[in-house]
Structures are given as structure tokens and as C-alpha cells.
């Protein structure tokens, strides 16, 4: 499983685009690029997945370069209710587990 | 569908005692998972089931943890004896590899909050 780094936190205000970066420089051939979204007192929640290029949910978008070598998430006009921790795993679609790592909390403000 | 359940939300216990804990995964999935999450080590992997069968339980910290699977709708993970260094929350999660929207998709539970006294 290629360990991925990001940052511990991030801060923002209402209405900003909101753009976290992951690093998985040992990406292999097989891996996706999935990130989870963690609100306090609730379990992680799934937000997106992705193996290159870019792609779009209603909720987030996910860029990946060519090297695959990073990602970055990319939330819209954030809201205080996007507070959460975001963790960003790497992993192939055949691997059974996922290995979390310590995530970016992110705080929105008024 | 429910979700993943989890009981019970909260469990507050003291030293020495047993605690159990249950998890009932969403109808369908074959794989169960069961994780502990604390502000010091985050989240971690315990112990993991495929077809009701332990697959992975390396993440079980001690001899202390055992977790069961009788059946597709039912999982329990015990800890005997418990310990203040135990508490934390726990959480259950379940996935269907071959379906769902993405490849590994996990839904977690709600979580157990467990304070060992």
C-alpha cells in the first residue's frame, strides 16, 4: 500500500474553494486515489475516487497529473458544515483493506 | 437500508472488566471491518472479515481483543480483560468489493465511544 502525505491541517472561509494535496510518489500501476471525509463523532464517509485525469461528483472534484504522483481534492464554495477531517488513501482494487493515515483537518469559518 | 449498526453507542466500564461490542453490516456485504480510532495513534485497522472468515487480524493489539463473525449479519469484538488504555471509539465498517460506487468502498458505522475507567 503507497503511503501518502498530506497536510495535517487547513483552514478557509465560507464560500472558498477549498484544494488539498496529497503526495503518493510510490503510487503503483494498479492503485486508485480514494478520499474519505470524517465529521466529528460520526465514522468516515467515502467522497471520491479516482485513477487519473479528473473527476467530478456532486460533492468534490479530483484532480490527478499524469506522474500520478499527487492528487487534490477539490471542494467548491465550502460551508461550515465541510469541517471534517479528509483522508486520502492509495490502494489497488483488489486490495481488501484500507490504511488510513493521520488526514487534513479542515476548519471553515464565517 | 439501515447502514452499518452499531451497539452499544456509548459503553463506560471499569478496569478489569469484560466488554463487548457488536456491529451488524449492511445486508449483502462480504466484508466486515473493525477499526479503533484515538486522537494519539488516529485510525487504525483491528481485524477484518471475508465470508465471515478472519482474514487479517494483525491490527489486534493484544491477546486481550477477540473478534467473532457467526454469521453475515453479525460480528462482536470483545475485549477481556479491559483497560484505561483501551478507550477510545470504535468503529465497524462493511463492503461489497464488487459493486458500490468505487472499487473498496467502505461504509462505516456510527462508532462506540468506550471509556474504561
Known amino acids: 500500500l503507497a503511503k501518502t502525505t498530506q497536510p495535517i491541517s487547513m483552514d478557509s472561509y465560507e464560500g472558498q474553494e477549498v484544494n488539498i494535496t496529497c503526495s503518493h510518489n510510490?503510487?503503483?500501476?494498479?492503485?486508485?486515489i480514494t478520499w474519505y471525509q470524517q465529521f466529528p463523532s460520526q465514522g468516515p464517509r467515502f467522497i471520491i475516487q479516482?485513477?487519473?485525469t479528473k473527476v467530478t461528483n456532486e460533492v468534490a472534484s479530483l484532480f490527478i497529473p499524469a506522474d500520478r504522483k499527487s492528487s487534490t481534492l477539490s471542494l467548491p464554495r465550502v460551508s461550515l458544515s465541510d469541517t471534517a477531517v479528509y483522508y486520502c488513501?492509495?490502494?489497488?482494487?483488489?486490495?481488501?483493506?484500507?490504511?488510513f493515515g493521520t488526514g487534513t483537518r479542515l476548519q471553515v469559518f464565517p | 437500508d439501515a447502514g452499518v449498526i452499531q451497539s452499544p453507542r456509548h459503553e463506560v466500564t471499569e478496569m478489569g472488566q469484560e466488554v463487548t461490542l457488536r456491529c451488524k453490516p449492511i445486508?449483502?456485504?462480504?466484508?466486515l471491518f473493525w477499526y479503533r480510532q484515538t486522537m494519539m495513534r488516529g485510525l487504525e485497522l483491528l481485524i477484518y472479515?471475508?465470508?465471515?472468515?478472519?482474514?487479517?487480524d494483525s491490527g489486534m493489539p493484544e491477546d486481550r481483543f477477540s473478534a467473532k463473525m457467526p454469521n453475515a449479519s453479525f460480528s462482536t469484538l470483545k475485549i477481556q480483560p479491559s483497560e484505561p488504555r483501551d478507550s477510545a471509539v470504535y468503529f465497524c465498517?462493511?463492503?461489497?468489493?464488487?459493486?458500490?460506487?468505487?472499487?473498496?468502498?467502505?461504509?462505516f458505522g456510527p462508532g462506540t465511544r468506550l471509556t474504561v475507567l
Open positions: 465498517a462493511s463492503s461489497l468489493v464488487s459493486s458500490g460506487v468505487a472499487y473498496n468502498e467502505q461504509f
Open positions: 510510490n503510487i503503483a500501476t494498479n492503485d486508485y
Open positions: 479516482g485513477y487519473k
Open positions: 488513501l492509495v490502494g489497488a482494487h483488489n486490495t481488501d483493506k484500507l490504511i
Open positions: 445486508s449483502g456485504h462480504d466484508y
Open positions: 472479515f471475508n465470508n465471515n472468515v478472519p482474514i487479517d
